[in-house]
């Protein structure tokens, strides 16, 4: 009875899990249909006057005029949304028109009906993504297509039209692609149906342990386990499909652009762009002010770097021979003044080896002759060797003779001093150590006259030395003239080489010349200034300056001679190069700077924009507004631009995500 009652509950409560499993799914399916409806605007945009309803999701337009070999082209394009998120569909209808010269249109692009257009989808480097966009012909020269993209990213999407008479062309335009935002209602119902399974599967557990008395027939709670699981996959695929887990938008498809519709206005002060905060984030939009600042500007020209005359040279050999260069010399190898860099090796001749042959009989005579006079002189030592054995044994017996005089000396005082020995006796023992004494001292004497006399005899035979051959080869070091980093070597190790031959040559880079050539014309404003800075694209966009605070160099000389074919003379200045940056040969971009220390209003290059003969700038009005504004500029600086009109101090204007804003659909 009481397991019937196990079993029943049991059953309720895996029934409750399946309903509550269904309720979950059913309620994440409520938020997709109300998304559907393209209400997921977050930007902050007023109702409209009549119904009080959010306006319609926002688009992007675009105009190109392609001028070729083909004709003259107009494209209008528009996008919807403007922000395209992962996952959304993007839409797009484009309408195309040829400029005709002289025609019947009044000016204006002629519609072109009929054209072929094959789209696809490619990366901001130009790799494809998507080829073959399927095309829609539209009424009034209008096309139309769409695409789901899968990533975020910056993308093209361009466009190949072949016009009915053969003739073709293309165009791209900019889509930029940004994740949605996160999708809180996807994790909670994510997060119930995790704990109606947990609790499901526990309740199946412990009641399972309950029947059995704290055992678990896993045989029998294994189905019930598996389905547990199974409709948990069914409500987290019903899930995933009815609310992703990124917010999504479904954008309708764009209505066709009629003719003679303006996508792109005239920069004026009334072009209004309206971009949401959370926009400017996806988009990285950053602004900088306007401010007045010393611009470095004035005469433009193009210079060379070069390696100072004393701070490069070249390795010759002194003489010809075969070339063998120092293991661990090769490009780029540095060195250091009077630092061996290998040697020459020379072979001798047919008219050397004849007297290197000649030298070598003469050589062998003196041999002989140095043999004899060796040989004479080692008799001489073993005579006077033996002589000073003689007399370091008579020097032994003189001292054996001294030690018995004195002992005898020594005996005849102590008779005397008690009297039993007459005075005569010690008189004449005194007198026979004074004889021992005499021979001891005779004796040393000797030996050290015949010691030295070896000495000199083993000197003199160590003066008879053999003489030497000259070999058939002389050698000759090669070292370096100056510290610096070798340039380049023109011989290989074991090469025959003339004399004079250039092997390497070193050139130290610390310090370079900058020669710039200057027009004639010119000559007075390069006198009146030490100001100047240069770059290059090799550079990374560092600028190096002269003759400032904070300079890397100076001026060093203005040349005294214009050449007669280009009517230039040079401007050489002195730049310092620790990091090696600049090269010998290198060309750079100079800017003499003419403009003094005059204080001027500045806008940074990366905001300008040149579009069309037009230059203007994106100014921010603070919040979700931006102005396109016409600017009229003055000097040019490295990194700035002198702003005549269209400014004033203070404003802000946009720096990066230009690329974005200029897609984006004015405000009416």
Same mark, same amino acid.
């Given at each position: 009875?009481?397991?019937?009652?196990?079993?029943?509950?049991?059953?309720?409560?895996?029934?409750?899990?399946?309903?509550?499993?269904?309720?979950?799914?059913?309620?994440?399916?409520?938020?997709?249909?109300?998304?559907?409806?393209?209400?997921?605007?977050?930007?902050?945009?007023?109702?409209?006057?009549?119904?009080?309803?959010?306006?319609?999701?926002?688009?992007? /337009?675009?105009? %190109?005029?392609?001028?070729?070999?083909?004709?003259?082209?107009?494209?209008?394009?528009?996008?919807?949304?403007?922000?395209? %998120?992962?996952?959304?569909?993007?839409?797009?209808?484009?309408?195309? &028109?040829?400029?005709?010269? =002289?025609?019947?249109?009044?000016?204006?692009?002629?519609? *072109?009906? #009929?054209?072929?257009?094959?789209?696809?989808?490619?990366?901001?480097?130009?790799?494809?993504?998507?080829?073959?966009?399927?095309?829609?012909?539209?009424?009034?020269?209008?096309?139309?297509?769409?695409?789901?993209?899968?990533?975020?990213?910056?993308?093209?999407?361009?466009?190949?039209?072949?016009?009915?008479?053969?003739?073709?062309?293309?165009?791209?335009?900019?889509?930029?692609?940004?994740?949605?935002?996160?999708?809180?209602?996807?994790?909670?119902?994510?997060?119930?149906?995790?704990?109606?399974?947990?609790? $499901?599967?526990?309740?199946?557990?412990?009641?399972?342990?309950?029947?059995?008395?704290?055992?678990?027939?896993?045989?029998?709670?294994?189905?019930?386990?598996?389905? $547990?699981?199974?409709?948990?996959?069914? =409500?987290?695929?019903?899930?995933?499909?009815?609310?992703?887990?990124?917010?999504?938008?479904?954008?309708?498809?764009?209505?066709?652009?009629?003719?003679?519709?303006?996508?792109?206005?005239?920069?004026?002060?009334?072009?209004?762009?309206?971009?949401?905060?959370?926009?400017?984030?996806?988009?990285?939009?950053?602004?900088?002010?306007?401010?007045?600042?010393?611009?470095?500007?004035?005469?433009?020209?193009?210079?060379?770097?070069?390696?100072?005359?004393?701070?490069?040279?070249?390795?010759?050999?002194?003489?010809? &021979?075969?070339?063998? *260069?120092?293991?661990?010399?090769?490009?780029? /190898?540095?060195?250091?003044?009077?630092?061996?860099?290998?040697?020459?090796?020379?072979?001798?001749?047919?008219?050397?080896?004849?007297? *290197?042959? /000649?030298?070598?009989?003469?050589?062998?005579?003196?041999?002989?002759?140095?043999?004899?006079?060796?040989?004479?002189? %080692?008799?001489?030592?073993?005579?006077?060797?033996?002589?000073?054995?003689?007399?370091?044994?008579?020097?032994?017996?003189?001292?054996?003779?001294?030690?018995?005089?004195?002992?005898?000396?020594?005996?005849?005082?102590?008779?005397?001093?008690? =009297?039993?020995?007459?005075?005569?006796?010690?008189?004449?023992?005194?007198?026979?150590?004074?004889?021992?004494?005499?021979?001891?001292?005779?004796?040393?004497?000797?030996?050290?006259?015949?010691?030295?006399?070896?000495? +000199?005899?083993?000197? &003199?035979?160590?003066?008879?030395?053999?003489?030497?051959?000259?070999?058939?080869?002389?050698?000759? $070091?090669?070292?370096?003239?100056?510290? =610096?980093?070798?340039?380049?070597?023109?011989?290989?190790?074991?090469?025959?080489?003339?004399?004079?031959?250039?092997?390497?040559?070193?050139?130290?880079?610390?310090?370079?010349?900058?020669?710039?050539?200057?027009?004639?014309?010119?000559?007075?404003?390069?006198?009146?200034?030490? %100001?100047?800075?240069?770059?290059?694209?090799?550079?990374?966009?560092?600028?190096?300056?002269?003759?400032?605070?904070?300079?890397?160099?100076?001026?060093?000389?203005?040349?005294?001679?214009?050449?007669?074919?280009?009517?230039?003379?040079?401007?050489?200045?002195?730049?310092?190069?620790?990091?090696?940056?600049?090269?010998?040969?290198?060309?750079?971009?100079?800017?003499?700077?003419?403009?003094?220390?005059?204080?001027?209003?500045?806008?940074?290059?990366?905001?300008?924009?040149?579009?069309? #003969?037009?230059?203007?700038?994106?100014?921010?009005?603070?919040?979700?507004?931006?102005?396109?504004?016409?600017?009229?500029? #003055?000097?040019?600086?490295?990194?700035?631009?002198?702003?005549? /009109? &269209?400014?004033?101090?203070?404003?802000?204007?946009?720096?990066?995500?230009?690329? +974005?804003?200029?897609?984006?659909?004015?405000?009416?």
């Amino acid at each position: 009875m009481l397991r019937q009652k196990i079993h029943n509950l049991n059953k309720r409560l895996f029934v409750g899990f399946v309903a509550a499993t269904l309720v979950a799914s059913a309620l994440s399916f409520l938020p997709a249909r109300i998304n559907a409806n393209g209400d997921d605007d977050h930007g902050d945009k007023p109702a409209t006057a009549n119904t009080g309803a959010k306006p319609a999701m926002a688009t992007v /337009s675009a105009e %190109r005029n392609i001028q070729g070999e083909s004709g003259s082209f107009n494209l209008l394009m528009k996008r919807a949304p403007g922000d395209v %998120r992962v996952g959304e569909i993007a839409h797009f209808v484009i309408r195309i &028109g040829e400029k005709v010269e =002289g025609g019947f249109g009044g000016g204006g692009p002629v519609p *072109l009906e #009929g054209a072929a257009v094959i789209a696809k989808v490619t990366t901001a480097g130009g790799a494809d993504v998507a080829n073959k966009l399927t095309v829609e012909a539209a009424p009034s020269a209008n096309y139309r297509t769409s695409y789901t993209f899968s990533s975020a990213g910056d993308y093209k999407i361009v466009f190949t039209i072949t016009v009915s008479d053969g003739r073709s062309f293309s165009a791209d335009f900019p889509v930029t692609v940004v994740s949605g935002p996160v999708r809180t209602s996807f994790w909670i119902v994510l997060a119930f149906l995790g704990l109606l399974t947990l609790g $499901a599967i526990g309740l199946i557990l412990h009641t399972a342990r309950r029947r059995n008395e704290g055992k678990i027939d896993f045989g029998r709670t294994a189905p019930l386990l598996g389905l $547990a699981l199974v409709i948990f996959a069914i =409500g987290l695929t019903a899930l995933f499909f009815l609310l992703p887990p990124r917010e999504t938008r479904a954008a309708a498809e764009l209505p066709v652009i009629s003719e003679g519709e303006s996508v792109v206005n005239a920069p004026d002060e009334n072009t209004l762009l309206t971009v949401s905060k959370e926009s400017q984030l996806l988009f990285g939009i950053k602004t900088e002010p306007v401010e007045t600042r010393t611009i470095t500007s004035g005469l433009k020209t193009t210079g060379v770097v070069r390696a100072r005359p004393d701070a490069q040279a070249v390795v010759v050999p002194p003489v010809s &021979g075969r070339i063998i *260069l120092r293991e661990g010399i090769t490009l780029g /190898s540095a060195v250091g003044r009077g630092e061996s860099i290998g040697y020459v090796e020379q072979v001798l001749d047919a008219p050397g080896q004849a007297a *290197l042959e /000649s030298q070598r009989l003469e050589v062998a005579a003196q041999q002989r002759e140095v043999e004899a006079r060796k040989l004479e002189l %080692r008799n001489s030592v073993a005579q006077l060797q033996g002589q000073n054995a003689e007399q370091r044994a008579k020097a032994q017996q003189a001292r054996t003779q001294l030690a018995q005089a004195q002992r005898e000396q020594r005996r005849a005082e102590n008779l005397v001093e008690v =009297g039993a020995a007459p005075k005569k006796r010690l008189e004449e023992a005194i007198t026979a150590v004074k004889v021992a004494e005499q021979d001891v001292s005779a004796a040393e004497k000797q030996i050290t006259y015949i010691a030295n006399q070896i000495k +000199q005899t083993q000197a &003199g035979q160590a003066i008879f030395t053999s003489p030497r051959v000259n070999t058939p080869t002389k050698t000759f $070091a090669l070292t370096a003239p100056t510290t =610096g980093i070798v340039n380049e070597i023109k011989v290989a190790s074991g090469q025959q080489v003339d004399v004079g031959t250039q092997l390497l040559s070193i050139v130290n880079l610390s310090t370079v010349l900058i020669e710039a050539q200057v027009f004639e014309r010119d000559l007075p404003a390069v006198r009146a200034t030490t %100001r100047a800075s240069f770059t290059n694209a090799a550079l990374g966009g560092e600028v190096y300056t002269v003759g400032t605070k904070d300079g890397d160099g100076r001026l060093l000389s203005i040349g005294q001679t214009v050449n007669e074919q280009t009517r230039t003379f040079p401007v050489i200045y002195e730049m310092k190069n620790p990091l090696g940056q600049l090269k010998d040969g290198m060309f750079v971009d100079i800017t003499i700077d003419t403009s003094g220390d005059r204080q001027v209003l500045a806008v940074p290059k990366s905001a300008v924009v040149n579009e069309q #003969g037009q230059t203007f700038v994106f100014v921010f009005d603070g919040g979700e507004t931006f102005r396109k504004r016409a600017v009229a500029l #003055g000097a040019e600086g490295t990194d700035y631009f002198e702003v005549n /009109s &269209g400014l004033e101090e203070g404003e802000r204007v946009v720096t990066e995500g230009i690329y +974005q804003l200029r897609s984006t659909q004015p405000t009416a």
